[in-house]
């Protein structure tokens, strides 16, 4: 964090401003968007930060970013309802993935 600094003191004055660390052990953080996609963290390291009544954390790892709509799943819209692939992706796109209120909403 800062060079040239004894990371006990930096523990003490951590303390002292009312800050807590503690590091978490994790095989993988998903971070799921609104969008449908996810942001996955493998081999992570994860360290949850208190301080002045608030939590947050602190992530690092190897990023990657997951499309929420598989291939398959657009096939399987498309199949089903008889629309274009830019169709069954939209209605899968509104429902979150959800296949089955994809269908229903475009067999309407």
Sequence with gaps: MFPNIN?????EMMKQIGMQNEDISAEKVTIEKT???????????????????LESFQISGDVSEEDGI????????????????????????????????AILELSE
């Excluded at 990371?7 to 523990?11: A, E, H, N, S, W």
């Design 35 to 53: 969008d449908g996609s996810k942001i996955v963290i493998k081999n992570p390291s994860v360290t949850k930060i208190k301080m002045q009544g």
């Design 70 to 101: 598989s291939q398959a799943d657009i096939e399987t819209v498309m199949k089903k309802t008889s629309v274009d692939e830019t169709a069954a992706r939209a209605a899968l796109e509104k429902s979150n993935g959800d296949l089955a209120e």
């Design 7 to 11: 990371p006990k003191k930096m523990q």
